[in-house]
């Protein structure tokens, strides 16, 4: 990999690219510290010092925006409106046919979704925010209130700067990562995500020290510690191994074509294969999974602490990230939509179709309906594999944290799961774009 971004900073337009690619992690950075006005930046800081200990939903937004959401900065919405707004248009675009032809009309089609995951998008930063101006308006730390203005049209003209302030860095946020999509490498959006997530790295590295700095003054209490941190970091590097494994291992479908002539020669009759990814789907039904399991968190921000008793305190309680509740919910969504994400990338017929056309045929399998039949159920197989793998990742955290009551770990399964995967894809890119500049034309 090291060699790799070695020789694509030789290249000079990859260099450019790198660079912008840079500045644009900067200026992403810059905003995360940057404090929203009208907010009590030390009481907050206090709050969620308090909520990052239980591990909720709310450390897992405060996560992915690398702690911008614990500090009430202009980025505290991080890219979590931009990827909700990508699964509805995506649900969107299966479940109504006027989406479904548009997304079919090409290059001019895509655009016209691509404006209307915009206006989603602000929209639900909208949301997302004015929910979180009311958790912040509700919540106080040792008797501070955490907005500043409370009462009168103080708290009107406070409450609108707020939340329009949340809402313009979740719109910056998705401009800036469609620069990196049109001038810099990468995905832009996995990019951000990418480095929201580092910047936790050294939050993750101090707690473990306090961990073992307890273990150290009471060893009679917290001697239980000297086990656990260093099984954290085993874990750790045991998981990423998996995940570059996993994303590497395939299920090849052998292929082959018969002899044609055309003209005076001969075409065909080559063996080939059909190349389907254990984890195909990567880490996006881990990511709609969790967008779908905050909404209770998001419309508990909305009540903020007015729920103490009754069935909405047990059901909040149940849908709290270290519930479990959580826990069921979250393994049946990864499966779902890991078949989801596999149905909308993958038509059997169509491949079938496509063989049968190019005169290819799997060997032991007749054309046509047995041949979609056959790759629909390798199919089934290997995304059920990817799917207890992927939700294996996204639990072990949960179990890890119920099992040693580490529940405060910024870097979990999924973090690393998004580490790797778009370390992997943005030098894959770049091998891609490197191999494209040094290809000799006929002219060479």
Partial sequence: ???????????????????????????????????????????????????????????????????????????????????????????????????????????????????????????????????????????????????????????????????????????????????????????????????????????????LGQYLQAANQDASTYGKYYFFVPMFVVIFLLVIWVIVFMNDAERRIPVQYAKRMVGRKMYGGQSSHIPIKVAMSGVMPIIFASSILSIPSTIQLFLGNKVTTGFWKGFFEAFSSTGWMYSFMYFLLIIMFAYFYVTIQYNPVEMANNLRQNNGTIPGIRPGKPTSDFIAKILSKITLIGALFLAVIALLPIGFGAATGMHNMSIGGTSILILVGVALETVKQMESQMMMRHYKGFLD
């Fill in 1 to 207: 990999m090291f060699q790799t971004i070695k020789n694509a900073w030789s290249i000079p337009d990859l260099r450019k690219k790198i660079l912008f690619t840079l500045f644009i992690i900067m200026v992403f950075r810059f905003g995360a510290v940057i404090p929203v006005p009208f907010l009590n930046v030390t009481a907050l800081k206090g709050l969620m010092t308090t909520v990052d200990k239980t591990g909720s939903a709310l450390s897992y937004l405060d996560m992915l925006s690398g702690g911008a959401f614990a500090n009430g900065t202009l980025f505290a919405m991080s890219v979590t409106p931009y990827i909700n707004s990508s699964i509805i248009m995506q649900l969107l675009t299966v479940a109504i046919p006027a989406l479904e032809r548009l997304a079919k009309e090409g290059e001019e089609g895509r655009k016209r979704i691509g404006t209307m995951t915009r206006y989603v998008t602000v929209g639900l930063g909208l949301i997302q925010g004015t929910a979180y101006f009311f958790y912040l308006r509700n919540s106080s730390y040792q008797g501070v209130p955490i907005a500043k203005y409370t009462k009168g049209w103080e708290q009107v003209f406070a409450a609108f700067v707020i939340i329009m302030a949340f809402t313009a860095g979740t719109a910056l946020m998705m401009w800036l990562g469609e620069q990196i999509n049109q001038k810099g490498i990468g995905n832009g959006i996995s990019i951000l995500l990418f480095s929201g997530i580092v910047a936790r790295m050294p939050h993750t590295v101090s707690l």
